[in-house]
């Protein structure tokens, strides 16, 4: 905890107040005014968020902003951030007011959407979420994901065989958008010819999540999506279309022993899994391709040194982290930093912010891949910290090394780049990239 003020002490596992759902309680505003006299999330911010996140962390540790969701508190801070992920006075309980006030308030048209999407782990409290996350779990242990290695390799050599790369191509294209999708898919069992239906279920849900204020539109398709990945589910769920140990298999094991409720918390769950590691993981491939070709030498370096890609690619998640955020809703009112928070309101964690918080991290402006320091906070902290977070790894260190053995030349192709403008999951919509034959001959 930072020392200007820490969070009053609470335990994981602390009960929190009884009553109404919190997200269902209203609170009064707060100051409108921007907490820096401008929009905070505006093109500049969107293209590279990392001077706005300095000025409000210097600024204080916790500012109100309307920005996001029409009024919540933004926390800036490594320790700050960290604790609010740990503690139970914080409620991940928080998808009923998102959902039901997206645009408008077209409250009974999205209430299929919030009895869904409202179920998946990501959004439960204790004790609902430790008992589906002990049935996932299994799923992700090391074991498992050391037999997924091979399969990782094979589906990365396939993507690279098909491009070729002195005439350059997009990445995020062919490689970071299929890669994730290929990966998930054959970790649930399910087959890939149904890939582009994903990304566009995925894509859409991306697009809702990461609004800061997200439009009735917006809401629709992200709806719209999830019902059609819950038909999806069901419907192999039905022709009991799965094996015992991939990951629909063991949910349904789940389902059949009562760990987990038959219906919409099954299918909640297979449709997060589904999505959760598409965005994030195509956008640390991204973003971390991208910072190693910007450098001068560290694409060399890296190829002299394969041993230091593991350092690099957690370095790189500190840099720019592909989740830059995360909220809660206050439980039971408390005191924060000297401001008294409210039961229902809305606390974002920038990770982002946190992640170059120079009081945990030195220059913390600098990507150093020989970085020997605390873990970032990209896949959060505490309960609901990251269950995919090895295989993330996994498929990037796969990824890069293959890359790095395959074109020594690889450069970035001049202005052709583009940011996706997505505030949560930041990320290029466009990385094109070619190889260098002059480099690679030097090789
Ligand atoms: C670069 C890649 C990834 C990043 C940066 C990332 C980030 C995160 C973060 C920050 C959280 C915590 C959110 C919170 O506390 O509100 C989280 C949770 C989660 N992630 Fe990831 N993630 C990544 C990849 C994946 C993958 C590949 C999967 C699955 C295949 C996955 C599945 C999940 C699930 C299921 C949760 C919810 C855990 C819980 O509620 O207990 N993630 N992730």
């Keep these: 905890m930072s020392a200007t003020g820490p969070l009053p002490s609470a335990h994981p596992g602390a009960r929190r107040a009884e009553g109404p759902p919190v997200s269902a309680v209203l609170t009064p505003g707060r100051d409108p005014a921007s907490p820096l006299g401008r929009r905070l999330i505006d093109d500049a911010f969107l293209d590279d968020p990392y001077p706005t996140y300095e000025a409000l962390r210097e600024a204080g540790p916790i500012h109100w902003s309307e920005e996001f969701f029409g009024g919540a508190w933004l926390l800036t801070r490594h320790d700050d951030v960290e604790s609010m992920l740990r503690d139970a006075r914080f409620s991940a309980q928080r998808t009923g007011g998102w959902v039901m006030n997206s645009g408008d308030g077209a409250r009974a048209e999205l209430q299929g959407f919030q009895r869904l999407f409202a179920r998946a782990m990501l959004f439960r409290d204790a004790p609902d979420h430790q008992r589906l996350r002990r049935v996932l779990h299994a799923g992700f242990r090391p074991d498992v994901l050391q037999r997924l290695v091979p399969d990782v390799e094979a589906l990365v050599d396939q993507l690279l065989d098909g491009i070729d790369a002195d005439c350059g191509f997009d990445f995020m294209q062919r490689v970071a958008r299929p890669l994730p999708a ?262």
């Design 182 to 443: 290929r990966v998930i898919a054959r970790m649930m069992g399910i087959e890939c010819d149904d890939e582009a239906r994903f990304i566009t279920w995925s894509d859409d849900l991306a697009a809702f999540i990461g609004a800061p204020m997200p439009t009735l539109q917006q809401a629709r398709r992200a709806q719209h999506s999830l019902l059609d990945m819950g038909r999806y589910f069901q419907s192999r769920l039905t022709r009991r279309a799965f094996s015992a140990d991939d990951l629909v298999g063991r949910l349904a094991h789940a389902a059949s022993d009562g760990s987990i409720e038959e219906g919409a918390e099954l299918l909640a769950q297979c449709a997060m899994l589904l999505f959760a590691g598409h965005e994030t993981t195509r956008n640390l491939l991204g973003n971390g391709l991208y910072h190693l070709l910007s450098r001068p030498g560290l694409w060399s370096d890296l190829q002299r040194e394969p041993g230091r890609l593991t350092g690099a690619v957690r370095e790189l998640l500190r840099f720019d982290s592909p989740v830059q955020y995360t909220g809660r809703r206050v439980a039971a009112d408390l005191v924060l930093h000297g401001q008294p928070l409210r039961r229902g309101e809305l606390v974002i964690g920038l990770i982002g912010a946190a992640n170059r918080d120079p009081r945990r991290y030195d220059d913390p402006d600098r990507l150093d891949i020989a970085r020997r320091a605390f873990a970032p906070l990209s896949f959060g902290s505490g309960p609901h910290v990251c269950i995919g977070a090895a295989l993330t790894l996994i498929e990037a260190e796969v990824a890069f090394r293959h890359l790095l053995r395959r074109w020594p030349g690889l450069q970035l192709t001049q202005a052709q780049q583009k940011w996706n403008r997505n505030p949560l999951y930041r990320g290029l919509s466009v990385l094109c990239v070619h190889d260098n034959a002059d480099v690679r001959r030097t090789h």
